[in-house]
Nanobody, 124 residues
């Protein structure tokens, strides 16, 4: 059973940076696509970024130019470096994984395993 644990969230000011981490256990992490999603109060969970086993990357428009996704297969860990944070980035951030169809990488239903989430709050 795959387990995912996010960390690195917090309260920051607009323009600051944060790095989120997602540590995986219980599965063959290196062959899975990993993704970051976020959910703000009263809104649906939305895709942020994903990275596949060979390093292919896809970003949502909200992340392009400000966020960087990466993974370290030796450490079973994925990261999301977030720069130039805005108040609209405030949300609970979740990592997720599964045998994702890359053509549907932004579809949350493609992901089977989810972490518990980490809160990111950006004050303006």
């Amino acid at each position: 059973q795959v387990q995912l644990v996010e960390s690195g969230g917090g309260l920051v000011q607009a323009g600051d940076s944060l790095r989120l981490s997602c540590e995986a256990s219980g599965g063959t992490f290196s062959i899975y696509t990993m993704g970051w999603f976020r959910q703000a109060p009263g809104k649906e969970r939305e895709f942020v970024a994903a990275i596949n086993w060979s390093g292919g990357i896809y970003y949502a428009d909200c992340a392009k130019g400000r966020f960087t996704i990466s993974r370290d297969n030796a450490k079973n860990t994925m990261y999301l470096q977030m720069n130039s944070l805005k108040s609209e980035d405030t949300a609970v951030y979740y990592c997720a994984t599964g045998r994702v169809d890359w053509s549907k990488v932004s579809d949350r239903h493609q992901y089977v395993y989810w972490g518990q989430g980490t809160q990111v709050t950006v004050s303006s």
